[in-house]
């Protein structure tokens, strides 16, 4: 198993805006069109270019503090999604009163939405031809990437993205 190497989201987020990095996209982007020209798909291969070029960073975080962040998000979720509904009646979590299916579905959840630019990259997908088979990729990286830093929730993964890719 490969070493996992633990980034700074502040640090990616710097690197991300800088122009070496700007450079590195367009080549990808560049390869993409290229192989758009030479009958390699179509539009959708610029757009599976980008998502493969772009960096996939899940920070480690210790397994209580995640637990405790996870718990706090679905509560959060909860509270949104019922109050939108007009029906909210209060049922906070707890890590210690969670069942641990539900505890490792919300860790990954949490991950995936708060601490990965997961919902950004998707929102950033035109509509347009490929867009289906770019989020495709875009979530399997997002699940790899939380599995390779998170072996403990790779279960977990491969339930959600089996789920989603039916």
């Known amino acids: 198993m490969p070493a996992v190497r633990l980034y700074g989201a502040d640090r990616v987020e710097v690197v991300e805006r800088g122009t070496k990095f700007a450079a590195a996209r367009r080549a990808a982007l560049r390869r993409g069109v290229a192989t758009v020209r030479d009958g390699g798909g179509g539009r959708g291969a610029a757009l599976l270019a980008m998502v493969r070029a ?79 088979e770019a989020e495709a990729l875009l979530r399997r990286r997002v699940y790899g990437a939380i599995a390779a830093v998170y072996p403990e929730l790779g279960e977990e993964c491969r339930r959600q993205l089996g789920e989603r890719e039916g």
Do not use: C, F, S
Request: proline share 9%.
């Open 54 to 132: 772009t960096p996939i960073v899940v920070p480690r975080l210790a397994p209580r503090t995640l637990a405790e962040r996870a718990v706090r998000h679905r509560n959060l979720l909860d509270e949104q999604y019922g109050r939108g509904r007009g029906r909210y009646v209060p049922d906070p979590a707890t890590v210690a009163d969670a069942d641990p299916p539900a505890l490792a579905r919300w860790m990954v959840n949490y991950l995936r939405h708060a601490l990965t630019r997961y919902d950004d990259l998707l929102k950033g997908l035109v509509d347009d031809a490929g867009r289906d």
